[in-house]
């Protein structure tokens, strides 16, 4: 089954730091782009940015470039998303996302695969 | 950045009811424009693709048009399973962009 599985939900201080996961499974993990979406609470959907797996290369959104790195290791097909000073602002469910059922939908930037999201909460 | 901008922002339907949902973008973004359907708690799913391709296991409710700037999602006859946020997303240039959101309600 192709799917991609988050890590589990965090609590955290505003000043720590924090990664958080995402595993693919049942396709080739490197050969898809993965893309982390922030959906803060009772709000829409922000893309924030997005990795190639295969060479860890990344595109951020202005929002939140500087803010959180994205990286990769292919070796786990796993996917991380990490703060290294952690806001309360941050508090949010982030979802990583893929493409990889369809190479149409690849083709065109769709994100066919969800992984069910993360809560990250940063409260004092 | 291409913004993203849906109306309504949110609509009360009966079941049977044909539900229209537009998306404009601030410059022409071709067909790169994608639509998911997200229900309280849950991932968001992927209907339509391409503005207009419905993706596998999507009833044929479902529909997508337009191109450029201006884009439609419509539900021929909604059903209770089909009450959730519709987001479009375009995927023409980064940062990948998604609409505010459209909530379509029970009336």
């Known amino acids: 089954e192709v799917q991609l599985v988050q890590s589990g939900a965090e609590v955290k201080k505003p000043g720590e730091s924090l990664r958080i996961s995402c595993k693919g499974s049942?396709?080739?993990?490197?050969?898809?782009?993965i893309t982390w979406v922030r959906q803060m609470p009772g709000k829409g959907l922000e893309w924030m940015g997005r990795i190639d797996p295969s060479d860890s290369y990344t595109n951020y959104s202005p929002s939140f470039q500087g803010h959180v790195t994205i990286s990769a290791d292919k070796s786990i097909s796993t996917a991380y998303l990490q703060w290294s000073s952690l806001k309360a602002s941050d508090t949010a469910r982030y979802y990583c996302?893929?493409?990889?059922?369809?190479?149409?939908?690849?083709?065109?930037?769709?994100?066919?695969?969800w992984g069910q999201g993360t809560t990250v909460t940063v409260s004092s | 950045d291409i913004q993203m901008t849906q109306s309504p922002s949110s609509l009360s339907a009966s079941v049977g009811d044909r539900v229209t949902i537009t998306c404009r973008a601030s410059q022409s973004i071709s067909s790169y424009l994608n639509w998911y359907q997200q229900k309280p708690g849950k991932a968001p799913n992927l209907l339509i693709y391409a503005a207009s391709s419905l993706q596998s296991g999507v009833p044929s409710r479902f529909s997508g048009s337009g191109s450029g700037t201006d884009f439609t999602l419509t539900i021929s006859s909604v059903q209770p399973e089909d009450f959730a946020t519709y987001y479009c997303?375009?995927?023409?240039?980064?940062?990948?962009?998604f609409g505010q959101g459209t909530k379509v309600e029970i009336e």
């Open positions: 049942g396709y080739s993990f490197a050969s898809y782009w």
């Open positions: 997303q375009q995927s023409y240039s980064i940062p990948r962009t």
């Open positions: 996302a893929s493409s990889p059922r369809r190479i149409a939908v690849a083709v065109q930037g769709g994100m066919d695969v």
